[in-house]
């Protein structure tokens, strides 16, 4: 099924397409599905300019919606260091790469959508820093290649039938004693699957079923899994899954 948004075209299997016609096509500003903390306005090679807008949404607290966003990546830096490999998937508009830049590793981000990735290169791009197109839904990873790996907010927007697959590539991608640090909102419902209130959300989990997702490939004493409850700034009470996962 297509339907168009903010100027793209979005087909069932993930890739999306510029729609011709349109100038320019816009994005953040008031939109809520991603987060882009800078003005950016850049041509595609394609040659159609984007125009993108800081993340400024009516009604809600931004410095409070960036913090919590930033802090999300903490957890993974927890086990970054000078040097290591970092796998940032999905990386959305980028920001990512600027928190666990600062420790010195060598980061690469991987996102569905192309103009986050073209956004990403241009605001965060350096020589030890990359970001390419990648579907959660169909991961193509190389074995063994990274220290560690990054999924925040991503296993939330594919459903159930995908996360299997997606969580056993991270396990190969992972080299000898890399760490996985997965995010995942828990299911309120009290059921996996999709959050009726949240179109976005097509897998959210609960907690058993989270850590048996986990320990399908992960030995049950290298899982540990830390709960983080908030107060969204839009007042909605929420609770969050980290899955901190250890590759022996």
Do not use: W
């Amino acid at each position: 099924m297509n339907r168009s948004e903010n100027g793209l075209r979005i087909i069932c299997d993930g890739e999306e397409l510029l729609a011709m016609d349109i100038d320019v096509i816009k994005r953040g500003g008031a939109d809520i599905e991603r987060l882009f903390l800078t003005d950016k306005t850049f041509q595609l090679q394609s040659g159609r300019a984007v125009e993108v807008r800081a993340t400024d949404i009516p009604g809600i607290d931004m410095q409070d919606t960036i913090a919590r966003h930033k802090a999300r990546y903490m957890q993974v830096g927890l086990f970054c260091r000078p040097g290591l490999s970092v796998l940032d998937f999905p990386c959305g508009s980028g920001y990512g790469s600027e928190v666990l830049g600062a420790l010195g590793v060598r980061y690469q981000g991987l996102d569905i959508d192309p103009i986050s990735i073209e956004y990403a290169e241009k605001v965060y791009g350096a020589p030890d820093k990359s970001f390419r197109r990648g579907n959660l839904k169909k991961p193509v990873l190389p074995n063994e290649a990274f220290d560690i790996i990054g999924c925040i907010e991503g296993l939330e927007h594919i459903e159930l039938e995908f996360q299997d697959v997606l969580v056993g590539s991270f396990h190969k991608a992972l080299k000898s004693g890399g760490v996985l640090v997965v995010s995942s909102p828990v299911a309120l419902s009290g059921v996996s699957g999709p959050n009726p209130k949240n179109p976005h959300h097509l897998g959210e989990l609960t907690k058993p079923d989270f850590v048996a997702l986990l320990q399908r490939y992960f030995a049950p004493t290298a899982v540990e899994i830390v709960t983080h409850r908030a107060r969204l700034t839009t007042g909605i009470d929420t609770e969050c899954l980290y899955g901190i996962c250890h590759k022996r």
